[in-house]
């Protein structure tokens, strides 16, 4: 089965830089992807590691490394409208079942 | 494009009752997954359609069932409710099985009380 463990929560200061990590047990998946949800709104994809290293977005950079099950991803320049909910997830290689980690909520104060 | 379409947005139903849950994908997305999203569990997979059929179902109980229409629209409905049946009920579309992007709708919040 597949299990992503990520922190609970992480607070950081506007301009800052975070990164919110994510572990994982897996027999196999395609990719790390990761999404973002605000309070009362629904999960929006973010980015997408097919390969390991890693991939910038604008403000967002994901990280994976297979070889250390591991995978994060890193906001820069932190505006208080980052301040959401954010989940990794693997798309099972057995089954193509999209999994989510517990999830991080990050908190930017002014 | 329209984006996924969840209905209803909100729903209280009280304990022992049935409810149905409707989810419209993106247009030529053919593939609807279905979550269960609460405070101390995150988003726990129900189960997949595509093409009509069942490819994945997650560990839940069979009071859970869903469906999936010829349009790619589908349903998922919950017997029996429970008080801990309370959450956000979440669709998501892809194009295929197995894309690396999955487009959510803005869910359904069932309460049970």
């Known amino acids: 089965g597949q299990s992503l463990e990520q922190p609970s929560e992480v607070t950081a200061v506007e301009g800052a830089i975070v990164q919110i990590n994510c572990t994982y047990q897996?027999?196999?998946?395609?990719?790390l992807s990761w999404y973002q949800q605000h309070d009362g709104g629904a999960p929006t994809f973010l980015s997408y590691n097919a390969l390991d290293g890693l991939e910038e977005t604008g403000r967002f950079s994901s990280f994976l490394s297979r070889s250390d099950s591991y995978g994060y991803l890193l906001l820069q320049e932190l505006q208080m409208k980052d301040s959401a909910s954010y989940f990794c997830a693997v798309r099972d290689q057995n089954t193509d079942k999209l999994i989510f980690g517990t999830g991080t909520r990050l908190q930017v104060f002014p | 494009k329209a984006g996924v379409t969840q209905t209803p947005r909100y729903l209280i139903k009280t304990r022992g009752q049935q409810v149905t849950l409707s989810c419209s994908p993106i247009?030529?997305?053919?593939?609807v997954s279905w979550y269960q999203q609460t405070p101390g569990q995150g988003l726990q997979f129900l189960f997949e359609?595509?093409?009509?059929?069942?490819?994945n179902k997650g560990n839940f109980p069979g009071r859970f069932s869903g469906r999936q229409f010829s349009n790619s629209r589908s349903e998922m409905n919950v017997s029996t409710l429970e008080l801990g049946d309370s959450a956000l009920y979440l669709c998501?579309?892809?194009?295929?099985?197995?894309?690396?992007?999955?487009?959510f709708g803005q869910g359904t919040r069932l309460t049970v009380v």
């Open positions: 247009s030529g997305h053919r593939s």
């Open positions: 359609y595509f093409s009509e059929t069942q490819r």
């Open positions: 998501a579309s892809s194009p295929i099985r197995g894309a690396p992007e999955a487009f």
């Open positions: 897996t027999s196999g998946f395609y990719g």
